[in-house]
């Protein structure tokens, strides 16, 4: 049976992630449990009765808790969340690059250990409006990198019950220019991309796909999308850069992460480690 991991630390924030936890277990058919890291082997038993206590006082049920010990908690959620038939779940601050760079962050870390994506909850994620995964949003921009998610949600999708859409945003400079170009070309060529993308789903997948076209900045134009569709989880890709590199590249799904009410399984492919 596959297991839903939710990583948790003894802080109040990292109880944001239950109820997401909770509902992709479900969907997923698979066990939740709640995996929890810290430095030194007498801390084991301390932390796993304080999990346990705030987990009955959210009246999540019996829930099983694991505590490890461990140097790097990123490492050991890594390595768990490779495995065959795990889903790692995660709250994340979702802070811009430049505090990240400072003051670290284990989500981040882990997602550029594995490559699998990680479901993840920012600081804004609705419970309420999004209480199941009924869409999977596949968030393209052109690249290969991008790219890396496409059966990795088809997948997830399939696994959920849920709807598969590409959702792809013309940048403000790229929209002034078709402005200048007959309107009726402009629609279909803006659309060709995730057009032909669909259409290697329907081929090689056998996924029903449809797709949708946004202009404007790509993290703001994401993260309005999602305030208008409940039930929905966003899919992106990453760099995974850490330290300047992250501040100078910048990243849309940080900026994604940071300001989405909805869920988002963010993955970094192979071939960027």
């Not at 709640?34 to 082997?41: F, H």
């Not at 490890?68 to 779940?89: F, G, I, M, P, V």
């Not at 490559?115 to 994620?125: D, E, I, R």
């Not at 703001?220 to 760099?239: C, K, Q």
Request: hydrophobic share 45%; glycine share 6%; net charge neutral.
């Amino acid at each position: 049976m596959p297991t839903m991991y939710l990583a948790m630390d003894d802080s109040d924030y990292a109880l944001r992630g239950l109820p997401l936890g909770q509902r992709l277990a479900q969907q997923l058919n698979a066990s939740l449990g709640v995996v929890s890291v810290v430095s030194a082997q007498n801390q084991v038993e301390s932390r796993r009765a304080v999990l346990i206590k705030r987990l009955a006082a959210q009246g999540a049920g019996e829930v099983a808790v694991d505590v490890a010990s461990h140097a790097s908690a990123k490492d050991h959620l890594a390595a768990l969340a490779r495995q065959e038939d795990t889903w790692l779940c995660m709250t994340a601050h979702g802070r811009r690059p430049v505090p990240e760079m400072l003051l670290g962050s284990v989500p981040a870390g882990v997602v550029r250990r594995t490559n699998k994506p990680v479901f993840l909850c920012g600081p804004c994620f609705d419970t309420q409006a999004h209480k199941r995964v009924e869409v999977v949003v596949i968030c393209m921009d052109g690249s290969r990198l991008a790219e890396s998610m496409l059966s990795h949600a088809v997948n997830l999708s399939r696994l959920l019950g849920a709807r598969l859409q590409l959702l792809q945003v013309i940048a403000p400079q790229r929209a002034a220019i078709r402005q200048a170009e007959a309107s009726a070309y402009v629609d279909v060529a803006e659309a060709s991309y995730v057009r032909g993308l669909a259409r290697r789903l329907r081929e090689t997948h056998q996924a029903k796909v449809d797709w949708e076209v946004l202009h404007g900045d790509p993290a703001e134009s994401i993260v309005s999308y999602a305030i208008e569709y409940p039930n929905i989880m966003l899919a992106m890709t990453t760099h995974g850069r850490s330290g300047l590199s992250q501040v100078v590249a910048g990243s849309v799904s940080h900026e994604v992460l940071h300001e989405a009410c909805c869920p988002v399984a963010v993955l970094r492919p192979d071939e960027q480690a």
